[in-house]
């Protein structure tokens, strides 16, 4: 679903009348012709997913997370449009909690952001986007 799957769901949302859009990207997709071959098509698929919400007139939020790990969740992250990913990772817990605030904080509404483990607690990183 990192492309045309992501781009049928925009178009239902658009179709159903839905005007809000949270999109789970990945990091490096705002860049895919500087990713290493085996994740250069994965990437430009996200890539072109982001780009197609963003042109769609919903009211979207496209995170970008770093390395997802299995740990346990912090609850606490840095949320950035630019952000230096090196050594840097976050649970999937806490990306799952970044989505979800997301849909309702109107700091991230039509914004793109990267994300990492950090040392504010979720809303108040999203507040400072």
Excluded: C, W
């Amino acid at each position: 679903m990192d492309k045309n799957g992501a781009i049928k769901l925009v178009d239902a949302a658009k179709k159903n009348g839905i005007e809000r859009f949270v999109m789970l990207s990945s990091f490096g997709s705002d860049n895919p012709e500087q990713a290493q071959e085996g994740m250069r098509h994965y990437l430009e698929a996200k890539h072109d997913a982001d780009e197609y919400l963003k042109a769609s007139e919903l009211t979207y939020t496209i995170v970008r997370p770093v390395t997802l790990t299995n740990e346990q969740a912090i609850g606490k992250i840095f949320a950035d449009e630019k952000v230096d990913h090196t050594n840097k990772s976050i649970p999937r817990t806490d990306v799952a909690a970044v989505l979800a605030q997301s849909v309702i904080e109107e700091k991230t509404f039509n914004k793109t952001f990267k994300i990492f483990s950090g040392t504010l607690r979720i809303k108040e990183a999203l507040n400072n986007i």
